[in-house]
C-alpha cells in the first residue's frame, strides 16, 4: 500500500467533500453500462449542479488525475480537447473522447467519458472541443461501494474536424495487468481506496483504473464466462490464471483474485450485429477495440468498437455414472424458480438432465420450486402442480417415477421472487428409498431429534429446522427428511441459504470488499450445524447429508461454520482445486452448490456436474452435485 502523503490526505478531503455536496452520484439501479435499452443495466444517471470553474486550459489527464477521484470533481472546465473514440446511444448516452498526445503519468489516464443524457451527436474520429462540470458517478448508487466513473457532464460540445486517426490502442494482456489485484484501504477512510495514488505497475485494478475512458485493446482471449442475456461475456487475459480443463477460471480464495477477467460489450447496434453467442473455453478471436468503462455489473468493461469472431470449442455438457446396486446415489440442483408457467421445454431439459446427465439419483433435493402460480402474488402456496409436472417429465425422459416431499412455506416468508414462495422438494425413487415419514411438520413447527430405539430419529419428517430463529429471516428454511436405503437410515438436509444481494463487488472502492449478507448466511450455518450436533449427540454414527445451494465458497466463514467442531466436511474438497465450482459469475467459476457429509459416510464419491454454468444455453444458473456412497 502506497505511503500516506499529504497529496493523499487533499485527495481524501476532496472526496469527503464531493460526497458531502453530492458529487459522488448515482442510484442504485443505474449504470453506465453498453447494454441495450431493454436490459436492466441500462439507465440515465444523475446531474448534480455546476460548481465553480477550474483555473486555466484542462486536459483529459488532468481531469481524471493520479487517483480513482477527479481532482477536479465538481469544477467546471472549458476547452478540453481530444478525438471522439466511442458512442453509446442507448442505456447511459455519451461519448468517450482521448487526448492524442499522452502525458508522462502512467497513472494518469487520457480518455474520459461525456454524459450527453440524450443520444451524442457526435462520431467517431471527431475532433471535439467539450465544457462542462466533472462528476464522479457511481454506478448502483454509493451505498453499493462501487469504484465511480469520471465523467464530464452536462457538457457543450464543438466538433472541430471529423475523420481523423484514433489515438493508438492500450494492449490489455497477461503481461501488462499486474498479478497483484488491489492496495489495502486505507484504514483511515474507512476501507476505501479512492484517494491512494494509482500504482498500475503494481495492482490489477489500478491498472485498468490508469486506462479508464481510453481506447484499449485485447488480442486472441478465452472467454471465461459465457455470453449472457444481456449482450456481454468474460474473458480472461490471462490463459493460465487458475485456470481448469474445461476453460474456466477458477475462483478459490479471497486472497487469490483472476487478474486477467475482464468484460466485453459491444457498441455495434445488436440490430447491425448481433451479439455472439459463446460458451466458456470459446475464444474470442482477432482484435476486440474500444473504450475501457467501468459499470455496476462487472467492472471494468471494454465497449468494443471491433468485436472479434467467437471461436467454438464445443464445449460438452457432462454426464456422471450411473450409481452401483449398493451406492446411494443423492443430488442437490436449483432449478431456478420453476413454475408451472415456464415453457414444457423447460421441464423437459430439466427432467433429461436429471435422467440422463445425473444417472437418475436416488435422492434429488430440488432448490428453487415454486408455488403453482409463480410470481403471481394470491397467496398461493402449494407447489403440487409444479412438482408433479416435473415428475411426470422425468419418466417422460426415460427416468423413474419420483415420489416428492416437502413442505408448504407461509406465504411471502421465504425470500426470492416475490409471489413465488420458493421451496426445498424431496424427489426420490421408491424402488431403491424409502421415505419414513413423522407426521406434524409444516412451515412454522420446528423439527427436532429423538432417540428411537437406540439410533436417531426426527420428531417430524418432513421437517423444518427452527423456522422461528432469526437466522432464517425472509429466507429458505432447510428441509429435513429421513430416508432409509438397504436398512440403514440416512438424514438429509436440503438448504438454500441467503443470497450473497448486498455485498460489494469485487472491484469496490473498499478492499477487501464488504461482505454483508454473509452475517445471515453466518447464521443459518450455526443453526444447521447445530441441529447436526444434536443427531450424532443421538447416534454418534448417523449417517447425515447437508446438501443444496448454500450460496458461498468452499472455503468462507460460511462452510467453516457449517463444519464447526467436525460435524460435516465439504465434499467438494474431494476434487481438485481446478475441479471445484458450481456456478460462473462475472468470469469466475466458483463454488455455491455443496454437499457436506457426516464423519460415517467415509468413502464416497463427488461430481459436480457441469451442465448450465458455463454455457450461453441454460436450464438453470447451477451446475447439479451427485455423491454416492455406500451406507
Same mark, same amino acid.
Do not use: C
Given at each position: 500500500? +502506497?505511503?500516506?502523503? &499529504?497529496?493523499?490526505?487533499?485527495?481524501?478531503?476532496?472526496?469527503?467533500?464531493?460526497?458531502?455536496?453530492?458529487?459522488? $452520484?448515482?442510484?442504485?439501479?443505474?449504470?453506465?453500462?453498453?447494454?441495450?435499452?431493454?436490459?436492466?443495466?441500462?439507465?440515465?444517471?444523475?446531474?448534480?449542479?455546476?460548481?465553480?470553474?477550474?483555473?486555466?486550459?484542462? &486536459?483529459? *489527464?488532468?481531469?481524471?488525475?493520479?487517483?480513482?477521484?477527479?481532482?477536479?470533481?465538481?469544477?467546471?472546465?472549458?476547452?478540453?480537447?481530444?478525438?471522439?473514440?466511442?458512442? /453509446?446511444?442507448?442505456?447511459?448516452?455519451?461519448?468517450?473522447?482521448?487526448? +492524442?498526445?499522452?502525458?508522462?503519468?502512467?497513472?494518469?489516464?487520457?480518455?474520459?467519458?461525456?454524459? $450527453?443524457?440524450?443520444?451524442?451527436?457526435?462520431?467517431?474520429?471527431?475532433?471535439?472541443?467539450? &465544457?462542462? $462540470?466533472?462528476?464522479?458517478?457511481? @454506478?448502483?448508487?454509493?451505498? =453499493?461501494?462501487?469504484?465511480?466513473?469520471?465523467?464530464?457532464? /452536462?457538457?457543450?460540445?464543438?466538433?472541430?474536424?471529423?475523420?481523423?486517426?484514433? @489515438?493508438?490502442?492500450?494492449?490489455?494482456?497477461?503481461? %501488462?495487468?499486474?498479478?497483484?489485484?488491489?492496495?489495502?484501504?486505507?484504514?483511515?477512510?474507512?476501507?476505501?481506496?479512492?484517494?491512494?495514488?494509482?500504482?498500475?505497475?503494481?495492482?490489477?485494478?489500478?491498472?485498468?483504473?490508469?486506462?479508464?475512458?481510453?481506447?484499449?485493446?485485447?488480442?486472441?482471449?478465452?472467454?471465461?464466462?459465457?455470453?449472457?442475456?444481456?449482450?456481454?461475456?468474460?474473458?480472461?487475459?490471462?490463459?493460465?490464471?487458475?485456470?481448469?480443463?474445461?476453460?474456466?477460471?477458477?475462483?478459490?480464495?479471497?486472497?487469490?483474485?483472476?487478474?486477467?477477467?475482464?468484460?466485453?460489450?459491444?457498441?455495434? @447496434?445488436?440490430?447491425?450485429?448481433?451479439? +455472439?453467442?459463446?460458451?466458456?473455453?470459446?475464444?474470442?478471436?482477432?482484435?476486440?477495440?474500444?473504450?475501457?468503462?467501468?459499470?455496476?455489473?462487472?467492472?471494468?468493461?471494454? $465497449?468494443?468498437?471491433?468485436?472479434?469472431?467467437?471461436?467454438?470449442?464445443?464445449?460438452?455438457?457432462?454426464?456422471?455414472?450411473?450409481?452401483?446396486?449398493?451406492?446411494?446415489?443423492?443430488?442437490?440442483?436449483?432449478?431456478?424458480?420453476?413454475? @408451472?408457467?415456464?415453457?414444457?421445454?423447460?421441464?423437459?431439459?430439466?427432467?433429461?438432465?436429471?435422467?440422463?446427465?445425473?444417472?437418475?439419483?436416488?435422492?434429488?433435493?430440488?432448490?428453487?420450486?415454486?408455488?403453482?402460480?409463480?410470481?403471481?402474488?394470491?397467496?398461493?402456496?402449494?407447489?403440487?402442480?409444479?412438482?408433479?409436472?416435473?415428475?411426470?417429465?422425468?419418466?417422460?425422459?426415460?427416468?423413474?417415477?419420483?415420489?416428492?416431499?416437502?413442505?408448504?412455506?407461509?406465504?411471502?416468508?421465504?425470500?426470492?421472487?416475490?409471489?413465488?414462495?420458493?421451496?426445498?422438494?424431496?424427489?426420490?425413487?421408491?424402488?431403491?428409498?424409502?421415505?419414513?415419514?413423522?407426521?406434524?411438520?409444516?412451515?412454522?413447527?420446528?423439527?427436532?431429534?429423538?432417540?428411537?430405539?437406540?439410533?436417531?430419529?426426527?420428531? *417430524?419428517? +418432513?421437517?423444518?429446522?427452527?423456522?422461528?430463529?432469526?437466522?432464517?429471516?425472509?429466507?429458505?428454511?432447510?428441509?429435513?427428511?429421513?430416508?432409509?436405503?438397504?436398512?440403514?437410515?440416512?438424514?438429509?438436509?436440503?438448504? *438454500?441459504?441467503?443470497?450473497?444481494?448486498?455485498?460489494?463487488?469485487?472491484?469496490?472502492?473498499?478492499?477487501?470488499?464488504? /461482505? %454483508?449478507?454473509?452475517?445471515?448466511?453466518?447464521?443459518?450455518?450455526?443453526?444447521?450445524?447445530?441441529?447436526?450436533?444434536?443427531?450424532?449427540?443421538?447416534?454418534?454414527?448417523?449417517?447425515?447429508?447437508?446438501?443444496?445451494?448454500?450460496?458461498?465458497?468452499?472455503?468462507?466463514?460460511?462452510?467453516?461454520?457449517?463444519?464447526?467442531?467436525?460435524?460435516?466436511?465439504?465434499?467438494?474438497?474431494?476434487?481438485?482445486?481446478?475441479?471445484?465450482? =458450481?456456478?460462473?459469475?462475472?468470469?469466475?467459476?466458483?463454488?455455491?452448490?455443496?454437499?457436506?457429509? #457426516?464423519? #460415517?459416510?467415509?468413502?464416497?464419491?463427488?461430481?459436480?456436474?457441469?451442465?448450465?454454468?458455463?454455457?450461453?444455453?441454460?436450464?438453470?444458473? *447451477?451446475?447439479?452435485?451427485?455423491?454416492?456412497?455406500?451406507?
Amino acid at each position: 500500500m +502506497p505511503a500516506a502523503s &499529504s497529496r493523499t490526505t487533499a485527495v481524501t478531503a476532496v472526496v469527503a467533500a464531493a460526497l458531502a455536496a453530492g458529487l459522488l $452520484t448515482g442510484a442504485a439501479t443505474t449504470s453506465a453500462s453498453a447494454a441495450p435499452a431493454t436490459s436492466p443495466h441500462s439507465s440515465d444517471s444523475s446531474t448534480p449542479a455546476s460548481g465553480s470553474p477550474a483555473d486555466g486550459p484542462v &486536459s483529459i *489527464h488532468d481531469v481524471q488525475g493520479s487517483t480513482r477521484i477527479s481532482p477536479l470533481v465538481g469544477r467546471q472546465v472549458s476547452g478540453v480537447t481530444g478525438i471522439v473514440t466511442g458512442v /453509446r446511444t442507448y442505456g447511459s448516452k455519451g461519448f468517450w473522447f482521448q487526448e +492524442p498526445r499522452p502525458d508522462a503519468d502512467p497513472a494518469t489516464s487520457e480518455g474520459v467519458f461525456v454524459f $450527453t443524457s440524450s443520444a451524442p451527436t457526435v462520431a467517431v474520429g471527431d475532433a471535439v472541443t467539450v &465544457s462542462g $462540470t466533472v462528476t464522479e458517478y457511481v @454506478p448502483g448508487g454509493t451505498a =453499493s461501494g462501487n469504484q465511480s466513473l469520471t465523467q464530464i457532464s /452536462r457538457p457543450t460540445i464543438e466538433v472541430v474536424s471529423s475523420g481523423n486517426p484514433l @489515438p493508438s490502442p492500450v494492449t490489455i494482456s497477461g503481461r %501488462s495487468v499486474p498479478s497483484r489485484y488491489a492496495p489495502a484501504g486505507d484504514p483511515a477512510a474507512g476501507g476505501s481506496i479512492n484517494a491512494l495514488p494509482l500504482a498500475p505497475s503494481r495492482y490489477a485494478l489500478d491498472h485498468y483504473e490508469s486506462l479508464e475512458g481510453m481506447n484499449v485493446r485485447i488480442g486472441s482471449s478465452r472467454v471465461v464466462g459465457a455470453t449472457d442475456p444481456y449482450s456481454e461475456l468474460w474473458v480472461t487475459v490471462k490463459p493460465y490464471e487458475h485456470a481448469n480443463r474445461r476453460g474456466g477460471t477458477v475462483y478459490g480464495s479471497y486472497d487469490a483474485q483472476n487478474t486477467g477477467r475482464l468484460q466485453v460489450q459491444s457498441l455495434v @447496434p445488436l440490430a447491425e450485429r448481433p451479439f +455472439p453467442a459463446a460458451d466458456v473455453g470459446d475464444v474470442l478471436s482477432g482484435t476486440t477495440e474500444g473504450p475501457l468503462d467501468f459499470n455496476q455489473y462487472g467492472g471494468y468493461t471494454l $465497449t468494443a468498437r471491433t468485436l472479434g469472431e467467437v471461436t467454438g470449442k464445443g464445449l460438452r455438457r457432462e454426464t456422471t455414472r450411473k450409481q452401483r446396486r449398493g451406492e446411494l446415489a443423492v443430488a442437490t440442483y436449483n432449478v431456478e424458480n420453476l413454475d @408451472p408457467a415456464d415453457p414444457q421445454e423447460k421441464f423437459d431439459a430439466l427432467a433429461a438432465a436429471v435422467v440422463n446427465n445425473l444417472a437418475s439419483p436416488d435422492i434429488v433435493a430440488l432448490e428453487e420450486i415454486q408455488d403453482d402460480n409463480g410470481p403471481k402474488d394470491d397467496g398461493t402456496v402449494s407447489a403440487d402442480r409444479t412438482v408433479t409436472k416435473f415428475v411426470d417429465a422425468i419418466v417422460a425422459a426415460g427416468g423413474p417415477a419420483y415420489q416428492w416431499r416437502s413442505v408448504d412455506p407461509q406465504d411471502k416468508k421465504d425470500g426470492g421472487q416475490p409471489g413465488g414462495n420458493i421451496r426445498q422438494v424431496f424427489l426420490f425413487n421408491p424402488e431403491r428409498v424409502s421415505f419414513t415419514d413423522r407426521a406434524g411438520g409444516d412451515a412454522t413447527t420446528a423439527t427436532d431429534v429423538v432417540r428411537e430405539r437406540g439410533r436417531a430419529a426426527l420428531t *417430524h419428517s +418432513p421437517g423444518r429446522i427452527d423456522p422461528a430463529d432469526a437466522a432464517w429471516e425472509n429466507s429458505r428454511k432447510p428441509l429435513v427428511g429421513e430416508f432409509v436405503f438397504r436398512g440403514r437410515t440416512v438424514f438429509v438436509v436440503a438448504n *438454500h441459504f441467503a443470497s450473497k444481494g448486498g455485498d460489494e463487488s469485487l472491484v469496490s472502492h473498499h478492499q477487501p470488499p464488504t /461482505r %454483508s449478507s454473509e452475517v445471515q448466511r453466518h447464521a443459518q450455518a450455526a443453526a444447521v450445524n447445530a441441529f447436526v450436533k444434536k443427531l450424532l449427540s443421538v447416534q454418534r454414527n448417523a449417517d447425515v447429508l447437508v446438501v443444496g445451494d448454500i450460496n458461498d465458497f468452499e472455503f468462507s466463514g460460511t462452510t467453516k461454520a457449517l463444519t464447526a467442531g467436525g460435524v460435516l466436511s465439504p465434499a467438494i474438497e474431494s476434487l481438485p482445486r481446478a475441479e471445484r465450482y =458450481s456456478y460462473v459469475y462475472q468470469g469466475n467459476s466458483q463454488v455455491l452448490d455443496q454437499i457436506l457429509t #457426516s464423519p #460415517s459416510v467415509g468413502h464416497f464419491e463427488y461430481d459436480s456436474v457441469h451442465i448450465n454454468a458455463e454455457f450461453a444455453a441454460q436450464n438453470s444458473d *447451477h451446475d447439479p452435485q451427485v455423491l454416492r456412497f455406500r451406507p
